[in-house]
């Protein structure tokens, strides 16, 4: 079992930057695909960034790509979200998640374990 606990998120203005992370226990971190989801208020949790086990490949949302940077450090047991020139659309609630398979999904249902969140609140 994984336990993931997500930090770094706060209140910024359009356009700053955030780096959230995920702390990992246990000592299969890196036998995980991990993701990271948002969900804002009223709507359903969407998917952000994936990386695949050994961080090699990557996947991102069409929303967020070229924006955001998706990386983990196995070593740390830590998976990261860069977020650079935020938009008030960026505004939700991040999650971490850890995928069993190792695969890199996009479907929130083939995720196992998942964060508390955190807040990211970006004004305009």
């Known amino acids: 079992q994984v336990q993931l606990v997500e930090s770094g998120g706060g209140l910024v203005q359009a356009g700053a930057s955030l780096r959230l992370s995920c702390a990992a226990s246990g000592r299969t971190f890196s036998s995980y695909a991990m993701g990271w989801f948002r969900q804002a208020p009223g709507k359903e949790r969407e998917f952000v960034a994936a990386i695949r086990r050994s961080g090699g490949s990557t996947y991102y949302a069409d929303s967020v790509k070229g924006r955001f940077t998706i990386s983990r450090d196995n070593a740390k047991n830590t998976v990261y979200l860069q977020m650079n020139s935020l938009k008030a659309e960026d505004t939700a609630v991040y999650y971490c998640?850890?995928?069993?398979?190792?695969?890199?999904?996009?479907?929130?249902?083939?995720?196992?374990?998942w964060g508390q969140g955190t807040q990211v609140t970006v004004s305009s």
């Open positions: 998640a850890a995928e069993r398979g190792g695969m890199l999904t996009a479907n929130r249902r083939q995720y196992d374990y």
